[in-house]
């Protein structure tokens, strides 16, 4: 208080001409002050614009969940809308903080896409209610490791955590492609319509990524779907019949999907939930590097992994799934020099306010799935570049080129030759078929097993 005080005395707010790159690296100080709450007219706008840079993202795993569970349009909304409504208690909670819970640091909550290529399988097979009681499980593991996070951060180096989100790019793309062909079961599969409109989204959105700077260019995906729909509504592609048909208001009812404990679920969910710990670590301290400019502290991190675990539980009751820390946003704070939580709690209340509108989760279910397709092949490309990225932390030595070469090949070999494990019992086919499950714990079972040189030892001192 005293600092902030000394921020409003007479001598600066007299300052002459001759003191003024003073005043100007003041206010930049202020801007990456975590606790600092810019001028609403200001910090609205702000907060907005964190929920558009998600928005898409955060939409598009209860989609391709419905999609993969042959839910109807109603069950659809109503994953949307969910989505929407827990991501923004979770970013709440992130941000202002509970008690130990939450980093409180300038971070957007919002849908995994990790989980995906595990989830899918279980809610083809099983049913959502199986994914829900898993999640539920799943998110009171991650809130552990985030409890002893110090002790347990040794299974996670970047040759473990880098693995991990490449694994989950390269697994995710088949799931896109099949939305750039109409959507899974589709009559008209691969009809030119489709590619047409998916190869235009796709265009869009990677010259406004690319060619614009700003919001234009972090909205690139929300712009990109936009002009998607645009074009796709003269086809007869874009229905919104079911938007009139939709409440207005509506409160969240816990429970209306169901949970059900299903051991191979529980064991699949809750491995991914304990190694997507590694990303959680990875965003918190990079939105404090990148946005306060310092390292994250012990406590943030604690407190940052316990939220996203806890949020994760509390969205299984609620009918969505489990929650992590957008990296999107993690750029946008480091690109606007805005580190406020406030701004980002702003942002959060937006969206606890959407997922009370049913209408808008019938708004964006009916985004035709080609136009979904041709912006997430993008978004999980950008995935598993971010995984290269976080293996560039770690020595390229036979023992981390090992590590990282058996887990591609147990992902990716093992779901495309499923006749290998047709004769095993269906729970193990389950945690197979899904790719993710044997490669994310090939990596963690050989970074414990494998001898380590000196340059190991220092890369996991320093992750």
């Known amino acids: 208080m005293s600092q902030e005080a000394a921020s409003r005395s007479p001598v600066v707010d007299t300052a002459t001409p001759r003191k003024q790159p003073f005043t100007a690296e003041k206010t930049d100080a202020r801007l990456r002050d975590v606790d600092y709450l810019p001028p609403l007219r200001k910090a609205i706008p702000l907060g907005i614009q964190h929920v558009l840079a998600m928005f898409v993202s955060n939409a598009a795993v209860p989609l391709i969940i419905a999609g993969a569970a042959g839910l109807s349009g109603a069950d659809t909304m109503f994953l949307v809308q969910m989505a929407m409504f827990v991501a923004g208690v979770a970013t709440l909670v992130q941000t202002l903080g509970v008690g130990p819970l939450g980093a409180r ?190 390292e994250a502290t012990p406590r943030e991190l604690s407190g940052g992994v316990m939220a996203d675990g806890l949020s994760s ?7 969505a799934f489990p929650q992590i820390s957008f990296s999107q946003n993690v750029g946008l704070v480091a690109l606007t020099g805005v580190a406020s939580r406030f701004v980002v709690a702003i942002g959060g209340a937006f969206l606890v306010l959407a997922g009370l509108v049913p209408k808008l989760g019938a708004i964006v279910s009916a985004i035709p799935a080609a136009v979904l397709g041709g912006a997430v092949i993008i978004m999980f490309g950008m995935i598993a570049s971010a995984g290269v990225k976080m293996l560039s932390h770690a020595a390229f030595n036979k023992r981390n080129m090992l590590i990282v070469g058996v887990s591609l090949a147990l992902a990716i070999g093992l779901p495309a030759q499923s006749g290998l494990y047709e004769n095993a019992p269906q729970q193990i086919g389950v945690l197979l078929e899904s790719g993710l499950i044997p490669g994310a714990l090939a990596s963690i079972v050989l970074n414990l097993i494998l001898p380590r040189d000196h340059c190991d030892t220092g890369d996991a001192a320093k992750h």
């Open 105 to 294: 640091l300038p971070i957007v909550m919002g849908t995994s896409f990790g989980f995906v290529p595990v989830m899918i399988p279980i809610a083809a097979s099983q049913g959502l209610p199986a994914v829900f009681g898993g999640a539920l499980v799943g998110g009171l593991a991650m809130a552990v490791v985030g409890l002893f996070y110090k002790r347990l951060s040794v299974f996670f180096p970047p040759v473990v955590s880098g693995t991990f989100v490449l694994l989950i790019g390269i697994l995710l793309l088949p799931v896109g492609f099949a939305y750039v062909g109409g959507g899974v079961g589709a009559s008209d599969f691969g009809a030119p319509h489709h590619l047409l409109l998916a190869a235009l989204v796709f265009v869009v959105t990677v010259a406004f990524h690319q060619f614009c700077r700003g919001f234009l260019s972090e909205a690139a995906v929300l712009i990109g779907i936009l002009v998607g729909c645009v074009v796709a509504a003269p086809m007869g592609l874009l229905d919104f019949a079911k938007v009139g048909d939709a409440r207005w208001f509506q409160l969240p009812i816990p429970f209306q999907v169901g949970l059900a404990f299903d051991p191979v679920a529980i064991l699949a969910i809750a491995l991914m939930a304990v190694v997507t710990c590694a990303e959680s670590i990875g965003d918190i301290s990079g939105t404090a590097i990148g946005g306060a400019e310092r």
């Open 313 to 319: 539980s509390f969205a299984a009751l609620f009918g």
